[in-house]
């Protein structure tokens, strides 16, 4: 048998400092721009970036602007939390990233609009759409979402 347990709890407020990696990043979106992290050592790019390369833990000093964005892979919601039927249907895609034809490791899950489902293949370029610049604050939800190219 199987049961259904429903509460609510209250979480207190959670602040996350950015740091010096996350500083380069939300500046650049306050700009309208995506950096990623460069590590001089590993000749590897990171995205999200952050202060020290994954690989050989070395200070990263470099952060390059993003050149080009793809889709890498995308779900479909078409019900909410509730299994409700959405009224339009709600897709987020897994955007990887290059800085001049070079790969960048990582990527980012945000938000896709799509007018065209048909235009929905794995690898089609992607750019992302911000804020107006005077409603930007710095974080990725200054990028509203996605489209494709």
Known sequence: MKKEFRFKIDVPKYIYPIGRGGEKFAEGLKKGEL??????ICDNYMMPPSAYCPRCFSEIKKYEKVT?????????????FEGKDLE??????FIRF????????????????????????LGVRVNPIFKPEEERRGTI?????????
């Open 68 to 80: 080009n964005a793809y889709l890498d892979l995308y779900t479909i919601l078409w019900k909410d």
């Open 141 to 149: 939800t200054d990028i509203e979402y996605f489209v494709i190219e």
């Open 98 to 121: 290059e800085v001049d034809e070079e790969p960048v490791e990582g990527g980012l899950i945000h938000r896709l609009k799509v007018d065209d489902p048909s235009k929905m293949v």
């Open 35 to 40: 950096y990623a992290a460069y590590c001089e």
């Open 88 to 93: 339009e249907p709600i897709i987020y895609g």
